[in-house]
Nanobody, 114 residues
Framework: QVQLVESGGGLVQAGGSLTLSCVVS????????MGWYRQTPGNQRELAAG??????NYADSVKGRFTISRDNVKNTLYLHMNSLKTEDTAVYYC?????????WGQGTQVTVSS
């Protein structure tokens, strides 16, 4: 069973940067539509950045500031976050679609202070 383990969250000041990592304990190529979702209390879990096939797509709110990438050799998905805003504060979840259905990481907290 493929598992996702996230790291890289933390506390940063507005305007700063963070890079999130998601290590796939299996073959990353076995997962489709890999991406990063984020959620704040009381809100829906929303896609921040993800792949449609090999094409990255981004929420309008992060476009131009976030970059999603993957390393198939390291079995790792990344989210590079620049020019962070306080509204980026959320729990970020790595996800992908495996043969048994959706797979989610445990989530990592990103907090952006003013």
């Amino acid at each position: 069973q493929v598992q996702l383990v996230e790291s890289g969250g933390g506390l940063v000041q507005a305007g700063g940067s963070l890079t999130l990592s998601c290590v796939v304990s299996g073959n990353i190529l076995s997962l489709a539509n890999m991406g990063w979702y984020r959620q704040t209390p009381g809100n829906q879990r929303e896609l921040a950045a993800g792949f449609r096939g090999s094409r990255p797509n981004y929420a309008d709110s992060v476009k131009g500031r976030f970059t999603i990438s993957r390393d198939n050799v390291k079995n790792t998905l990344y989210l590079h976050m620049n020019s962070l805003k306080t509204e980026d504060t959320a729990v970020y979840y790595c996800s992908g679609i495996g043969s048994r259905g959706p797979i989610w990481g445990q989530g990592t907290q990103v907090t952006v202070s003013s």
